[in-house]
């Protein structure tokens, strides 16, 4: 079984900077993706990241393109999301979420992912 579990959250102020971690168990299967996902309270699940695990280019949404960069420790299984230049709107539960099949078209869909971290609250004030 395939579990996750994030840390690295915390309060900064706008401007600051966060590096979040998912760390992965139970999965050798060393291929696939990892996506990264926010929520606000009463707000929708919002897609980040994606990287391919393994190497290879990442993928941002337009709201954090060139303030977060995705980045992975293959030999520790984990996968870390740098948050620099944070904003007020930046702020909510950050979410990793893993998929285990080597191709996807759908990055920013929840549905694409088989299993989710639990995740940790990144709040900037």
């Known amino acids: 079984h395939v579990q996750l579990v994030e840390s690295g959250g915390g309060s900064v102020q706008p401007g600051g900077s966060l590096n979040l971690s998912c760390v992965i168990t139970?999965?050798?299967?060393?291929?696939?993706?990892v996506g990264w996902f926010r929520q606000a309270p009463g707000k929708e699940r919002e897609w980040v990241a994606l990287?391919?695990?393994?190497?290879?280019?990442?993928k941002y949404s337009d709201s954090v393109k060139g303030r977060f960069i995705d980045s992975q420790d293959n030999e520790k299984n984990t996968v870390f999301l740098q948050m620099n230049s944070l904003k007020s709107e930046d702020s909510g539960m950050y979410f990793c979420?893993?998929?285990?099949?080597?191709?996807?078209?759908?990055?920013?869909?929840?549905?694409?992912?088989?299993?989710w971290g639990q995740g940790t609250q990144v709040t900037v004030s």
């Open positions: 979420a893993r998929r285990l099949r080597t191709h996807i078209t759908y990055w920013e869909l929840p549905t694409s992912y088989e299993y």
């Open positions: 139970g999965d050798t299967y060393g291929r696939g993706y």
């Open positions: 990287t391919s695990i393994g190497g290879g280019a990442s």
